[in-house]
């Protein structure tokens, strides 16, 4: 069963319906502490209610004792120490202007912000940390949580500055003229996923970049199934016809989103370059979960890994969401 096939199933999805707003894996790293930063101000940018969530599990070596009460004073030590985050947290967003709600949450990490990614309107969580949400991110929780929450996650590495400023004027969004990337490949899982870039790109008052990673010749046939390895070279009329079907992926996304500057790029490189490469000049890089050999497709394996460890700024993954704005879009497919 190929990529689509599994993954078809949109998930419903209302902005106005995710009561828990913008939710933040916080476990007091570093890493975890700028997340907690890049959620607030998001919350504060979209008038959302921000909830830090704080998790823990109690260790095996106390877990597997017989002595019952040594289980109790485990769950008590390890609930303590997740109560004693969220002060931290507290701390850090002391004069934040927007709603807050702090819970503290028994379970894996990763399974926690799934299950609270239900009721998210966007998740958040650091690139590393110390063993909580963040500390596996780019181990066997990194796929977990892009490829099974039911809301856009954003990954917050250590390149993020949540700059110097006190006050509840910290949590004010700044001026950036960056662009907002978002990386598509015609797939349905991309067109989502470029949505809700261009709602990042107008929120934030900045332009959009659609992106569309064409692969070296020595690649080719994997993407242009048509082809031969003989005859893999594309031609000048063939790039131009994808630059013309990008360009008409921009006009789509302009029809709703009027007033919106978008530009369709078309950059030769592996999909885990040109991505990574884009995170560098973008301030915010978006991707879809699944799509169709490209960009997309392979996020959440090996490319995912290579993005998340190379980025340098915020990466968002979007799960396929239920859009009724896909309903009027044109078939567009690299994929000659």
Same mark, same amino acid.
Request: hydrophobic share 40%; proline share 5%.
């Given at each position: 069963?190929?990529?689509?096939?599994?993954?078809?199933?949109?998930?419903?999805?209302?902005?106005?319906?995710?009561?828990?707003?913008?939710?933040?894996?916080?476990?007091?790293?570093?890493?975890?502490?700028?997340?907690?930063?890049?959620? !607030?101000?998001?919350?504060?940018?979209?008038?959302?209610?921000?909830?830090?969530?704080?998790?823990?599990?109690?260790?095996?070596?106390?877990?597997?004792?017989?002595?019952?009460?040594?289980?109790?004073?485990?769950?008590?030590?390890?609930?303590?120490?997740?109560?004693?985050?969220?002060?931290?947290?507290?701390?850090?967003?002391?004069?934040?202007?927007?709603?807050? !709600?702090?819970?503290?949450?028994?379970?894996?990490?990763?399974?926690?912000?799934?299950?609270?990614?239900?009721?998210?309107?966007?998740?958040?969580?650091?690139?590393?940390?110390?063993?909580?949400?963040?500390?596996?991110?780019?181990?066997?929780?990194?796929?977990?949580?892009? !490829?099974?929450?039911?809301?856009?996650?954003?990954?917050?590495?250590?390149?993020?500055?949540?700059?110097?400023?006190?006050?509840?004027?910290?949590?004010?969004?700044?001026?950036?003229?960056?662009?907002?990337?978002?990386?598509?490949?015609?797939?349905?899982?991309?067109?989502?996923?470029?949505?809700?870039?261009?709602?990042?790109?107008?929120?934030?008052?900045?332009?959009?970049?659609?992106?569309?990673?064409?692969?070296?010749?020595?690649?080719?046939?994997?993407?242009?199934?048509?082809?031969?390895?003989?005859?893999?070279?594309?031609?000048?009329?063939?790039?131009?016809?994808?630059?013309?079907?990008?360009?008409?992926?921009?006009?789509?996304?302009?029809?709703?989103?009027?007033?919106?500057?978008?530009?369709?790029?078309?950059?030769?490189?592996?999909?885990?370059?040109?991505?990574?490469?884009?995170?560098?000049?973008?301030?915010?890089?978006?991707?879809?979960?699944?799509?169709?050999?490209?960009?997309?497709?392979?996020?959440?394996?090996?490319?995912?890994?290579?993005?998340?460890?190379?980025?340098?700024?915020?990466?968002?993954?979007?799960?396929?969401?239920?859009?009724?704005?896909?309903?009027?879009?044109?078939?567009?497919?690299?994929?000659?």
């Amino acid at each position: 069963m190929n990529e689509d096939a599994r993954h078809r199933r949109a998930i419903p999805y209302t902005r106005e319906s995710r009561g828990l707003g913008v939710i933040v894996g916080f476990d007091a790293s570093d890493q975890g502490t700028r997340a907690l930063h890049y959620a !607030a101000v998001e919350a504060h940018r979209r008038s959302l209610p921000l909830t830090v969530i704080s998790a823990f599990t109690v260790p095996r070596a106390v877990a597997g004792y017989v002595d019952s009460a040594a289980e109790i004073t485990g769950d008590s030590l390890a609930r303590r120490g997740a109560e004693d985050m969220l002060d931290e947290a507290r701390e850090h967003l002391r004069n934040y202007p927007g709603t807050v !709600a702090y819970r503290v949450e028994h379970g894996d990490a990763a399974g926690v912000m799934i299950a609270r990614s239900e009721n998210a309107a966007f998740a958040v969580v650091g690139g590393r940390g110390r063993g909580g949400f963040v500390g596996r991110l780019l181990g066997s929780v990194s796929s977990a949580l892009p !490829a099974h929450a039911h809301c856009p996650t954003t990954v917050v590495n250590r390149r993020y500055d949540p700059g110097m400023i006190g006050g509840a004027t910290r949590f004010t969004p700044r001026p950036d003229d960056r662009p907002v990337i978002v990386g598509v490949d015609g797939s349905r899982h991309g067109r989502v996923a470029a949505l809700h870039a261009a709602e990042a790109a107008m929120a934030r008052g900045t332009n959009l970049e659609v992106l569309l990673a064409l692969p070296p010749i020595d690649s080719s046939v994997l993407w242009y199934s048509s082809r031969s390895a003989k005859d893999a070279g594309i031609t000048d009329k063939e790039l131009q016809g994808l630059q013309e079907r990008l360009d008409g992926e921009a006009r789509w996304l302009g029809s709703h989103f009027p007033g919106l500057s978008i530009e369709g790029v078309l950059e030769e490189g592996s999909a885990a370059h040109v991505m990574a490469s884009a995170t560098a000049r973008a301030q915010l890089t978006v991707m879809g979960t699944r799509g169709r050999g490209g960009i997309t497709s392979a996020l959440l394996g090996s490319v995912s890994r290579s993005v998340l460890i190379e980025a340098r700024g915020p990466v968002q993954v979007v799960p396929l969401l239920a859009d009724a704005r896909l309903e009027n879009h044109e078939e567009f497919s690299p994929v000659l």
